[in-house]
């Protein structure tokens, strides 16, 4: 299973940006798919993230209310739409399956992971 995100790049503070996630290589319907992120001398975080039947979403209390996390469109695709960014933003976001279908806000639940897209916030 391969995950490839894109999406990212610099912005300034209150503006937005759309990361997406293309899978392949597996049943993507099946998959819970998850946002993380990973500041520098931090640890990875769970952002956002949806179950595989699309019913269930997930948010951080950071990403509450600025943040959405949806499946489908293009096909085999999940993506993040970012509102309002902050400074505080600022990390490589990943892209993570659960071949489960659920939304877990572990790390270490998930098998497949994307190579990551850094997402810069300036003020």
């Known amino acids: 299973v391969k995950l490839v995100e894109s999406g990212g790049g610099l912005v300034q503070a209150g503006g937005s940006l759309r990361l997406s996630c293309v899978v392949s290589?597996?049943?993507?319907?099946?998959?819970?798919m998850s946002w993380f992120r990973q500041a520098p001398g931090k640890e990875r975080e769970f952002v956002a993230g949806?179950?595989?039947?699309?019913?269930?979403?997930s948010y951080s209390d950071s990403a509450k209310g600025r943040f959405t996390i949806a499946r489908g469109g293009a096909e085999n695709t999940v993506t993040l739409q970012m509102n309002s960014l902050k400074v505080e933003d600022t990390a490589v976001y990943y892209c993570?399956?659960?071949?489960?279908?659920?939304?877990?806000?572990?790390?270490?639940?998930?098998?497949?992971w994307g190579r990551g897209t850094q997402v810069t916030v300036s003020s």
């Open positions: 290589g597996g049943v993507f319907s099946m998959y819970g």
């Open positions: 949806v179950s595989a039947t699309g019913l269930e979403t």
């Open positions: 993570a399956a659960d071949r489960f279908g659920l939304v877990v806000q572990r790390p270490s639940a998930y098998e497949y």
